[in-house]
């Protein structure tokens, strides 16, 4: 005898059975027996869902319950759906159901032969379905494993993929490569068991978007620092990590590149910068950099000695990470710093005697220059052998508080303090 079942119902949500049909007739026990070993089992009716859902067949097909009360695959529905006088409690054990009468069930002896509704079960949606991790080119998916014959069907851009159930325990990873970075992706995962699918699940994941491009240092001083780089799309924000803290940036309006300014930093520092992409929420892997504050303007600057074709300028050492450049007349002069402790001292050669020069000199620490520090110093030639002066204050001074004003004045003008005085004291 060849049995043929015509499939007539495809599933529903929430779990919803599969029902097939067959053609031909078995009494209750055979169609039992027929049912468990090709499908699962005879047809549970669980709600007047599911009872209208199968209401177009026929009259008189066996269901799954049996004795009123007990459902052949062991389902614990209080549902019935009795025709007027049924069930009529005899030695009718057994329960068809009249689709012809709106799908009332009546009672029947089990040895007669019947049409009958099998079922398969429409597996589960897979738990936990989500992104897992994901890059520029990729999303990892991961779900929970429902047993060992559960299968998937993922489909995503128009495609599905076949996607087996692993021996063991624990959670089921299946990464999508050859995507396009800072992209959002639809997935929907279905559930599979003997061809019948669940009704699946959706989400959407995006990957990681590109690293910013352009990161640079832009301009610095002995306490800020300002960093630049190209702006991608409205859509982009950005962390900056710096100093274990982290600074959410959003992309402004407009075309241009972005910039942030750090502040409250220590002179000839260097600090590293971590600056990640985000978008939806997911970071890129970031792109670092080096950037150093400008180191502060040495110290005291000045003219120590002077001869008519030189100058000896000294001022106090930073440290030994800072070196320093010095400028004189159109030129640079890089001098480095020493091991030594004590002030720095650089000789100028080759002068006019008598003339005044003009030096500056720059801090330099990892190649950014402080702001510069200027003098003015005066080679030998021009010798004051005697100075009138008239001085004229509102209180007495003494002799060391009037060489003081008189040794700031010689440097003022670029010359060593090199002189004595006799004070002569004038009543008005």
Known sequence: MVLVLSIFFPGTVGGSPSYVVSNISLNWMEAQKFCRKYYFDLASVRNQSENDRISILGSFLWIGLYREKLWSDGSTSLFRYWASGQPTLSDHECVTANFYNSGEWHDAHCSLPYPFICYKPIPPNAGNFGPSAQDETSIT???????????????????????????????INHTVSSLSAGTKYTFILFSVLDSIRSNGVQITAVTAPENAEGFSSSSQ??????????KRNNNYSYVLFFNGAEIFINAPHGDGPVTHTLSSLTAGTKYTFLLTTVFENVRSRGVQLSAVTAPQNPSNFRPLSQDETSITLQWDKINNNTSFVLQFNGTETNIGATDRDGPLTHTVTSLTAGAKYTFTLFSVFENVRSNG????????????????????????????????????WFLQHGLLPQFSIKVTSVQP
């Open 373 to 408: 520090v200027s003098i003015n110093a005066t080679t030998g030639g021009n010798y004051i052998v005697a100075l009138d002066m008239n001085l004229k204050t509102y209180g007495r001074l003494s002799d060391s508080e009037i060489q003081a004003l008189l040794a700031e």
């Open 221 to 230: 001083n002995e306490s800020s620092i300002t960093l630049q780089w190209d």
């Open 141 to 171: 998916l991961q779900w929970d494993k429902i047993n060992n014959n559960i299968s998937f069907v993922l489909q995503f851009n128009g495609t599905e993929t076949n996607i087996s159930a692993p021996q063991g325990n624990g959670p």
